[in-house]
């Protein structure tokens, strides 16, 4: 799982740098923040640990926010 969540990164990673339109580099990183999330949960399973799950919450709910501000941002320049 973890080489899968890696190449998911290093593809984002390409698409975030390539582009063409900033909707596409917005939706790469939701794509990074996500597969990020997925890494830690996987992480939080496989050491048993619950603290991860805290970091994952708070990640998405900023990650959310980014993503509403920035498209407002788009909106309102088109």
Do not use: Q
């Not at 996500?34 to 998405?60: F, I, N, Q």
């Amino acid at each position: 799982c973890y080489v899968l969540l890696a190449l998911s990164l290093v593809l984002t990673a390409i698409r975030l740098f390539r582009g063409p339109t900033a909707p596409n580099r917005i939706l790469a990183i939701d794509l990074l923040a996500v597969t990020t999330a997925g890494a830690a949960l996987l992480h939080a399973v496989e050491v048993k640990r619950s603290v991860s799950l805290d970091v994952v919450m708070v990640l998405g709910v900023i990650v959310f926010f980014g993503t509403v501000a920035l498209a407002g941002t788009l909106k309102r320049e088109r």
